[in-house]
């Protein structure tokens, strides 16, 4: 399957006020995206990793607001 979407993880502020870890399956699935079409980014591994992202996916990251638009 072709990778359509770049999640880029990390660390948020959850709810509670406490450093939260928003990984790829997570962040997948408050897009509503497949993960069989995403290519999990870490941001230590950017560089490393550029010469796979298509220049046509969509890039999506943690939002400080929470709210995720469904991008399917």
Do not use: N
């Not at 230590?44 to 298509?54: R, T, W, Y």
């Amino acid at each position: 399957m072709a990778i359509k979407y770049v999640l880029h993880t990390g660390e948020t502020t959850g709810p509670d006020g406490k450093p939260q870890w928003v990984d790829g399956d997570q962040l997948a699935r408050l897009y509503g995206v497949p993960i069989s079409e995403c290519l999990i980014l870490h941001a230590d591994e950017e560089e490393a990793l550029q010469d796979q992202i298509p220049a046509d996916a969509t890039h999506l990251f943690i939002r400080e607001d929470g709210k995720y638009p469904q991008c399917f």
